[in-house]
Nanobody, 121 residues
Framework: QVQLVESGGGLVQPGGSLRLSCAASGSIFSINAMGWYRQAPGKERELVAVITNGGSTNYADSVKGRFTISRDNAKNTVYLQMNSLKPEDTAVYYC???????????????WGQGTQVTVSA
């Protein structure tokens, strides 16, 4: 099986920074894309940022210029550096990965359990 384990969430003041990490483990043959999503109370889950195995990135307009996604392919890990945080960034942040396992010949999307990010004075 595959596990995605997130870390790095917490409470931060407006204008502060946090760095989220998500490590994928298990019988992984290859990972195509890895990304971060978030869900605030009463709202739908939304894309924050995504990065392909070639390094191409895409960001939500609301985080462009403030957040940076990166990945370490050797470690099957994706990071989200969040700067200039705002109260509206408060949400549970989920990572996901589109990958192929050794026991499969098709891509499957896996999700982490989520990590809380709270931006408040």
């Amino acid at each position: 099986q595959v596990q995605l384990v997130e870390s790095g969430g917490g409470l931060v003041q407006p204008g502060g920074s946090l760095r989220l990490s998500c490590a994928a483990s298990g019988s992984i043959f290859s990972i195509n894309a890895m990304g971060w999503y978030r869900q605030a109370p009463g709202k739908e889950r939304e894309l924050v940022a995504v990065i392909t195995n070639g390094g191409s990135t895409n960001y939500a307009d609301s985080v462009k210029g403030r957040f940076t996604i990166s990945r370490d392919n050797a470690k099957n890990t994706v990071y989200l550096q969040m700067n200039s945080l705002k109260p509206e960034d408060t949400a549970v942040y989920y990572c996901n990965a589109r990958l192929v396992m050794y026991t499969s010949n098709s891509y499957t999307v896996y999700w982490g359990q989520g990590t809380q990010v709270t931006v408040s004075a």
